[in-house]
Every structure is written in C-alpha cells, then in structure tokens.
C-alpha cells in the first residue's frame, strides 16, 4: 500500500469515526475505534466508494476490518480498474 | 463589471484549504467566521465525507454560535422508516445547516413505524418532534401488491389496496391524537417492471393502476388533516430515473434502495418540506426573489447587443431563459415577489423588459426595480426597505459569482442562490429551492403583486393630502372581522409565521396549532380583512386572546407591514375590547414583547390608553379596564363584524 492512499482513506475515516487523522493507524479497527459500527461501516464503504470511484462488492466490504484492509482493497480494486 | 475587478472578492478556496481554515478559525474562536466558511464548504462540496466533516464542526460550534451573531433555528425531524437511512443523515444535517438550521434527528428503528405511531409512549413521541417523515417503501406497505401480484384475483387485488389505504387512515389518526408535529408521508413508488409486463399498462386495476389509486388516496388523507403532506416518492424516483435511483446491490447486502449517488437528492427532497416547516422558528422565509437582468434574465448583455442581439425566446438559444422566466413567474404566483437589481442603463433594461418579443416577465411583474450601475449590496438594501421586509426576507439571482460572493459577504442574511454555469440549468435551479416551497397558498399569496402595485398608487395618494385624517377617509377603507374559519386558517397561522413589524408578542404558531386552540372554549382567534379605494388587501391581522377569570389576555397581537399606519390597528382592538366585554370581562390586558424588528409596535398600548402593570427583561405588561373605557373604532373605517363566533 503506498503512503498517499493510505493518507487519503486515513482522511476518510477520521471523517466518518470524528477521531483526528494522527490518531489513525493501519491497524486502527472496530476494536480501537469507537464510533466504528455497523452503520459507520456503511457510512465508511459509501464514502470510499465515492472519493476512489470504486464499486465494492460483499466480499470487499468483509474485509474492510481496518484502516490498512481498506486501503489495500482501494489499491487493489484501482490497479484492477486499470488493466 | 468594474465592480467586481476594483474590490475583488474572496478567491475561490480549494476544499482542503477551506477545512484546515475552518479548523484554524475554530481554535482561534473566530466562531462565526468558521460558521460562514463551513457554509461555504459544504456549497462547494456537498458529499458524504464532507457532511461528516461540516456535521462534526457543527457540533463543535453549536454551544458558542449562541453568543454570536450567526443565527441557527433548531428543529427536531424524526425518520420512520421501513429502509436504510443512515447515510443520508450527516447529507441532511449539513444541507440544514446551510439554510440556517440546526436539525437533530431520531431515526426510528427498521419497520416499527406502524406501533411507533400507535402508542402514545413510543420514543417517537418521547423525542418530541417538529416535523416527522413516513419513509416507507411499496415492498413494505404494500407487500401483497408489491411481491406477489400476479397471485391475487382481481378482487383480492382490490381488497388489499383497500386495507393499505385503511392502515394509513389509522396510523395518521393515531399519530395527530399524539403529536402536533408535521407529518411528511411518502407515496409508494409504481414497480418499474411491473410483473404482467405491457399488460399492465393497460387497466387501472393492474399493479400499477392500483398503487396510482393508494397514492391518490394518500392525499385524500393528508387534506383530512392539518400539518400532513405527501412527499410524491414516486415522482421524485421518476425525475431522476429509477434505473439510477435504485442500487440493487447495496439494497440486498444492506437495506439501502437508494444508489450512493442519490442520497444527497433524498435529503435535499426532504429539505424542501423541513424549510418551509421550520419558518415559524426561525422566523426567515424568503418573501422576494431578486433577480438580475444580464446573462440572467436574457442570454447576453443589453447595453452590448441591444434588443436584436440579446438571446430569450421559443428556441435555443433563447429558449432557456424562458424556462427561467416561466419558473419566475410560477414562484409569482406563489405569493414570492419579484425585483430586479441590475447594473445597467435604465432606458435599454427598460426597453427589453417592455418591448422585447419574447421575453414572459414584464415590467409590470416585478415589485421593485434597481437599474443602475450603484453596488449590489446598497440596491438589495434599498429594495428590502421599499417592500418593506427584512433583508433576511431577500433571494438573490445573479449568473456572476463574484457579483454573488460580493453579497454574500456584505449581507450575510440573504439567501443567494448558486446558478449553475449552464443556462440550460437555470430553470431547475430556481425551482428546485427549498427556500421558495410553500406548504398551503392563501388567496393573498396568489395576488400579491397586484397588491403591491396598487400600495405603490396609495403611496403617490397620500402625498397629496394636507392632513392624514382627510387621506383616511379618502381611502374609503372597509375591514370585515370574523372568527377563524377553514378558510382562513392557513393564512392566519402563516401571518403568526411571517409578521415582525406590528407584531405585539411574535408568537410563531402552525396551523395545527391555531386549530387546536380554536377548539378551545376559552380562546378566541380573530382575523381582519380591509379593502379600500385603490384594492383588497386581503386578510391582513390576527388578535388572538385567551379569557382567565375577569380578564381577556391578548396572546397575539398584528398586522401585515401592508396596511401599518392606516388606523386598522385601532379597529382591531375596538373589537377585541367589546367582545371581551360582552362575555363579561373586566379588563384587557396584554404583553409588548420587544424584539429587533417590532420597534412600530412599541407605542401601541400607550396611544390606546392603557396603563403599563408591569415590566421585566422580556417586556410590559399592558392593561385596560373595560368597564370605564371603550376603544371606538375610527369614524373613516366602515366595519363589519361577521358574528359566526
């Protein structure tokens, strides 16, 4: 995962949780992040979508389980895209 | 245009510059500046993150906005719901918050609207709602119909539309016997592929025709009652496509019908109903459209292209300014006012707006003209005055952005509405404005521009009168009073709304709350009509008074800015003393309650001959005694009392 996705899907989240972007980590999930339930998670996989211009499936969305997975998935689904 | 180079304003700001500046302004307690940038943010652009980012700063802000000068309005707005509406909630909020309100909302839980609205004890009642939306979708409401259609006789068919209509009928019942809120009901949506295919176009009994028929039930219903509206759901998803609409996908893995990318249209469709309902709260409603002339109003520049050259007709080009023209005109026959505010010579603005063929609005539309090359900001404060409204009352429409950010940052209080680039877009822009949405027309609304044009004839009268006494009774002014009728309720409780100036208490009431009050034995709301010489007025004051013991208390007290200065006041009041003496009242007694804008009522109650009881920080307590005085109505205004009381 390169730093700039990682920063921006950090930015993303510190959105959607209300916790400042330095206090998100890779590894930051639903275990660290309070504001982090069922329906953030929505709120959070319709936000990736529209800041990466991503569709995510069901599958994707089960393992959206940190900050790290998210961003990973973002570039995976991206370098998809491209080819 | 040399305005806009000389004193330029703000430069279009980046989003994330906008942020880490609404952060700083925040931590250096610049509080409504930050207020007004997350505004601004929002506008430029309003997606999920940003809400969330515009409803958190919010949140932050909210306690020390109070100190400051930037008003927001709080309203409660509860969503019953039988679907995911989550996401659409930080939309909502932040879409609020630009139109000056502060929206908390209660989300209900997934399809318990139905005991929700029965039972008096629910959370729905216990959150205390404004204003509550029935978000229900057909595959809930109506399942029979919805799911397994091609399985019912047609009888059956019949009989289940029945009892969905039945179900309603009951809930609304229940939910008015709880709560005076508003109440916002979806229509059900037709299925886009209705399951006997072609065949079902063909007959009004079919899935369809069926749904068509609760939906036109629907509105029977909310016209039953007062404060229930149907938000047209099948309509809206129809505008924007259903295809597009419907996410299939997100509605399987997660209850959300609605495609991510028209989740902002949801909470915007909403919003058209919340800033209507929250006007009596926050006592801002725009009352007149300002609208510029070049580039606006016609495509081109008048003092360019001359009458030949500017661009408005039938056919594209001209074409969409006059789709904007007819939008104008719509919102005209609302009751909202137009002006125009242009820099421009008089003599050719004046040509095009008379004589050009294709234009729609007249001069004659239009109840102010600013044509001249003086600054904006100084025109919409001199309009405002002329029409007599707060600047807070003003719209304004202007194709140049820096003509719209010039105004915005001098008169922060006017609603300035972003026209897109496309003048194919104009239209739609205007008529998509919440701030323009009514939920009940009065008469007056429909003729207030002619209105206004005969206050204009009266203005030139007076001036020609040595005495005000002889312009009375020149006027020849007539006033019918009568207690609150069904007819008159709407307006009555729209003048509670909207009045600041004679205003004795501005006590905001709706119309459910009017009605409830007028069951009441011990109350009595009276509205007065006036005509005279030149036109009707219409209905154009409220006395609203409440019997305790000995005395009659006014709760409300005004009169429309239309007819301040013309003695109506004091015919007004004659009645309310004499009815209060009749039912065997000692004495009136009745509150001036200061507030910015009601400085011409001030003197009332000293220049009727009351004695001042009392005073506190909120205001002075009036009164007078019935049995040694009766306040006679003036000799020049003929009055008629229409005894159904």
């Known amino acids: 995962m390169t730093a700039s996705t990682f920063e921006q899907v950090r930015n993303v989240a510190s959105d959607i949780f209300r916790v400042p972007a330095d206090k998100i980590t890779a590894e930051s ?4 992040i309070e504001s982090w339930d069922s329906m953030q998670h929505l709120n959070l996989v319709l936000a990736v979508e529209e800041k990466f211009g991503v569709q995510l499936e069901p599958e994707d969305i089960e393992q959206m389980k940190s900050v790290g997975a998210v961003a990973e998935l973002v570039e995976r689904l991206q370098s998809a895209a491209r080819q | 245009m040399s305005d806009a180079i000389s004193n330029p304003p703000p430069a279009e700001r980046h989003p994330s510059t906008l942020r880490a500046e609404i952060d700083g302004l925040i931590a250096q307690g610049a509080f409504d500046a930050a207020a007004r940038r997350l505004s601004e943010l929002w506008r430029r652009d309003p997606a999920a993150g940003t809400a969330s980012f515009v409803t958190s700063r919010l949140d932050e802000l909210r306690d020390k906005l109070a100190l400051t000068n930037f008003q ?4 409660r707005f509860a969503i019953l719901r039988s679907f995911t509406v989550e996401p659409i909630v930080p939309l909502l909020r932040a879409e609020a918050f630009a139109y000056g309100i502060d929206l908390e909302v209660h989300v209900g839980d997934f399809n318990t609207y139905v005991q929700d609205m029965l039972d008096g004890r629910s959370s729905l009642y216990r959150f205390a709602p404004n204003a509550v939306v029935l978000a229900v979708r057909a595959d809930q409401a109506a399942p029979e119909l919805w799911s397994d259609f091609a399985d019912l006789s ?15 009928e009951q809930w609304i019942g229940a939910f008015r016997k709880h709560s005076q809120a508003a109440l916002i009901v979806h229509s059900l949506e037709r299925p886009s592929s209705p399951s006997l295919g072609v065949l079902d176009g063909q007959s009004e009994a079919g899935q369809s025709g069926l749904i068509r028929q609760i939906n036109r039930e629907l509105r029977r219903i909310a016209s039953e009652f007062h404060g229930v509206y149907v938000l047209d759901y099948d309509a809206l998803v129809a505008r924007h496509g259903s295809e597009h609409w419907h996410d299939e996908r997100k509605w399987l893995t997660a209850r959300l019908p609605i495609a991510a990318d028209y989740l902002l249209q949801m909470a915007r469709e909403w919003m058209r109903f919340i800033v209507p309902l929250s006007a009596p709260l926050s006592g801002r409603t725009a009352k007149v459209l300002v609208v510029d002339l070049d580039n606006t109003l016609w495509g081109g520049v008048i003092g360019e292209d001359g009458m030949a050259g500017i661009k408005v007709g039938p056919e594209y080009p001209g074409a969409p300014y006059q789709a904007l023209q007819r939008a104008l005109l719509d919102l005209s026959r609302k009751g909202i006012l137009l002006a125009v505010c242009s820099k421009n010579n008089l003599d050719d603005a004046m040509e095009a707006l008379e004589k050009h063929p294709g234009m729609l609005v007249r001069a004659k539309h239009f109840a102010a003209l600013r044509i001249n090359w003086t600054d904006k900001a100084q025109n919409l404060r001199e309009i405002a005055q002329e029409l007599n409204v707060g600047i807070d009352a003003l719209a304004f429409l202007d194709d140049n952005p820096f003509e719209r950010e010039q105004v915005r940052a ?29 939920l009940a027309l009065s008469a007056e609304d429909q003729q207030r521009t002619e209105m206004y044009v005969a206050q204009k004839e009266r203005a030139g009268a007076e001036q020609n009168f040595q005495s005000k006494e002889d312009f009375f009774r020149y006027l020849e002014q007539e006033a ?8 008159t309720l709407a307006r009555i409780a729209q003048l509670t709304q909207k009045t600041n100036q004679f205003n004795l208490t501005t006590r905001r009431y709706t119309e459910t709350q009017i009605a409830e009050m007028a069951k009441q034995p011990d109350w009595r709301i009276f509205s007065i009509k006036v005509r005279d010489r030149f036109g009707d007025h219409g209905l ?3 006395a609203i008074t409440h019997d305790v013991g000995e005395q009659c208390e006014v709760d409300t007290f005004l009169l429309s800015c239309r007819v301040i200065g013309r003695t109506v006041e004091s015919a007004l009041l004659a009645h309310l003393a004499a009815s209060a003496a009749e039912r065997g009242r000692k004495r009136l007694e009745g509150w001036f309650l ?3 804008k009601n400085a011409p009522a001030r003197d009332f109650y000293e ?9 506190n920080c909120e205001g002075s307590l009036w009164a007078l005694d019935l049995t040694s005085c009766a306040p006679l109505c003036p000799d020049w205004i003929k009055l008629k009392v229409s005894d159904r009381d």
Do not use: M
Not at chain 2, 154 to 168: F, S, T, W
């Open chain 2, 594 to 596: 200061p507030t910015k």
């Open chain 1, 29 to 32: 999930s639903p275990e660290t």
């Open chain 2, 540 to 542: 154009v004051g409220v």
């Open chain 2, 72 to 75: 927001l309005a709080k309203f």
């Open chain 2, 154 to 168: 047609p009888e059956a068919a019949r009989q289940a539309a029945e009892r969905v209509v039945h179900g309603y």
């Open chain 2, 607 to 615: 220049q009727h001959g009351f004695e001042l009881r009392a005073t």
């Open chain 2, 410 to 438: 001098a008169l922060p209080e006017i609603t300035v509405i972003d026209l897109p680039k496309n003048p194919l877009e104009y239209a739609a822009a205007v008529r998509n404005c919440a701030a323009f949405e009514r």
């Open chain 2, 480 to 487: 019918e009073l009568e207690p609150v009728t069904d007819l």
